[in-house]
Protein backbone atom coordinates (compact mmCIF):
# COMPACT_ATOMS: atom_id res chain seq x y z
CA UNK A 1 0.00 0.00 0.00
CA UNK A 2 1.06 3.70 -1.21
CA UNK A 3 2.09 5.80 1.22
CA UNK A 4 0.31 9.60 1.73
CA UNK A 5 3.39 11.12 0.32
CA UNK A 6 3.77 8.35 -2.88
CA UNK A 7 0.24 9.13 -3.59
CA UNK A 8 0.60 13.03 -3.06
CA UNK A 9 3.59 12.82 -5.51
CA UNK A 10 1.95 10.88 -8.11
CA UNK A 11 -0.77 13.23 -8.02
CA UNK A 12 1.48 16.14 -8.87
CA UNK A 13 2.93 14.20 -11.80
CA UNK A 14 -0.40 13.12 -13.09
CA UNK A 15 -1.78 16.71 -13.00
CA UNK A 16 1.32 17.95 -14.35
CA UNK A 17 1.18 15.83 -17.57
CA UNK A 18 -3.35 16.71 -18.04
CA UNK A 19 -2.13 20.11 -18.19
CA UNK A 20 0.99 19.72 -19.81
CA UNK A 21 0.00 17.79 -22.56
CA UNK A 22 -2.73 20.14 -23.80
CA UNK A 23 -1.64 21.65 -26.75
CA UNK A 24 0.56 22.24 -27.69
CA UNK A 25 1.80 19.06 -26.94
CA UNK A 26 5.11 19.68 -25.50
CA UNK A 27 5.50 18.79 -21.36
CA UNK A 28 5.68 22.50 -20.24
CA UNK A 29 3.09 24.49 -18.97
CA UNK A 30 2.33 27.73 -20.69
CA UNK A 31 1.39 30.70 -18.13
CA UNK A 32 -2.63 29.91 -18.95
CA UNK A 33 -2.00 26.04 -18.84
CA UNK A 34 -0.39 26.97 -15.23
CA UNK A 35 -3.11 29.61 -14.21
CA UNK A 36 -5.92 26.80 -15.40
CA UNK A 37 -4.14 24.18 -13.48
CA UNK A 38 -4.05 25.58 -10.42
CA UNK A 39 -7.54 27.19 -10.56
CA UNK A 40 -9.30 23.43 -11.59
CA UNK A 41 -7.70 21.44 -9.17
CA UNK A 42 -6.32 24.28 -6.08
CA UNK A 43 -8.37 26.81 -5.76
CA UNK A 44 -9.62 26.43 -2.33
CA UNK A 45 -5.95 26.09 -1.57
CA UNK A 46 -4.72 28.76 -2.93
CA UNK A 47 -7.69 31.15 -1.28
CA UNK A 48 -5.80 30.12 2.22
CA UNK A 49 -2.68 30.72 0.88
CA UNK A 50 -2.64 34.22 -1.04
CA UNK A 51 -0.92 36.51 0.68
CA UNK A 52 -2.71 39.48 2.12
CA UNK A 53 -4.35 42.76 -0.72
CA UNK A 54 -3.18 39.57 -3.55
CA UNK A 55 -5.99 38.43 -6.05
CA UNK A 56 -5.37 34.95 -6.74
CA UNK A 57 -4.29 35.89 -10.51
CA UNK A 58 -1.83 38.11 -9.18
CA UNK A 59 -0.76 35.63 -6.81
CA UNK A 60 -0.32 32.62 -9.56
CA UNK A 61 1.30 35.31 -11.64
CA UNK A 62 3.44 35.78 -8.85
CA UNK A 63 4.46 32.33 -8.57
CA UNK A 64 4.85 31.78 -12.41
CA UNK A 65 7.57 34.56 -12.69
CA UNK A 66 9.37 33.33 -9.38
CA UNK A 67 9.23 29.46 -11.29
CA UNK A 68 10.20 30.26 -14.50
CA UNK A 69 13.92 30.08 -14.12
CA UNK A 70 15.33 30.28 -17.54
CA UNK A 71 12.63 32.77 -18.60
CA UNK A 72 11.18 31.26 -21.08
CA UNK A 73 7.91 32.12 -20.85
CA UNK A 74 6.85 28.30 -19.86
CA UNK A 75 7.57 25.84 -17.10
CA UNK A 76 9.25 22.21 -17.30
CA UNK A 77 8.36 19.67 -14.65
CA UNK A 78 11.13 20.88 -12.59
CA UNK A 79 10.33 24.72 -12.50
CA UNK A 80 6.63 23.48 -11.68
CA UNK A 81 7.90 21.40 -8.66
CA UNK A 82 9.24 24.28 -7.29
CA UNK A 83 6.49 26.39 -7.45
CA UNK A 84 4.47 23.45 -5.18
CA UNK A 85 7.01 23.76 -3.58
CA UNK A 86 6.41 27.84 -3.20
CA UNK A 87 2.72 27.42 -2.21
CA UNK A 88 3.87 24.98 0.37
CA UNK A 89 6.18 27.12 2.35
CA UNK A 90 3.31 29.83 1.89
CA UNK A 91 0.55 27.46 3.23
CA UNK A 92 2.88 26.60 6.13
CA UNK A 93 4.04 29.78 6.96
CA UNK A 94 -0.03 31.23 7.32
CA UNK A 95 -0.74 27.93 9.55
CA UNK A 96 1.32 29.23 12.00
CA UNK A 97 -0.35 32.80 11.78
CA UNK A 98 -3.32 33.59 14.62
CA UNK A 99 -4.23 32.80 17.92
CA UNK A 100 -2.56 30.24 19.77
CA UNK A 101 0.10 29.15 17.29
CA UNK A 102 -2.03 25.85 17.04
CA UNK A 103 -0.84 25.61 13.39
CA UNK A 104 -4.16 25.82 11.39
CA UNK A 105 -3.89 22.07 10.39
CA UNK A 106 -4.73 18.87 12.06
CA UNK A 107 -1.65 16.35 12.53
CA UNK A 108 -4.17 12.87 12.41
CA UNK A 109 -2.46 12.43 8.78
CA UNK A 110 -5.58 10.99 7.50
CA UNK A 111 -6.06 12.58 4.01
CA UNK A 112 -9.13 10.41 3.09
CA UNK A 113 -6.53 7.98 0.98
CA UNK A 114 -8.54 5.13 2.80
CA UNK A 115 -5.87 4.93 5.61
CA UNK A 116 -5.40 6.58 8.89
CA UNK A 117 -2.49 7.28 11.56
CA UNK A 118 -2.14 3.50 11.87
CA UNK A 119 -0.56 3.90 8.21
CA UNK A 120 3.13 4.13 9.72
CA UNK A 121 2.88 7.93 10.51
CA UNK A 122 3.66 7.44 14.64
CA UNK A 123 4.82 10.34 15.07
CA UNK A 124 3.51 13.01 17.47
CA UNK A 125 3.13 16.97 17.90
Known sequence: MKTDLELAL?????IYHQYAMRRPIDDYLSKNEF????KETAQPFLQNTLPPNT???????????????????????????????LVAIDAHNRSHEGPGHDHGHDHGHDHGHGHGPEHGHGHRH
Open 55 to 85: TTDNYIKQLFTKADANHDGRLKFTEFMTTLS
Open 10 to 14: ECAIN
Open 35 to 38: SKLL
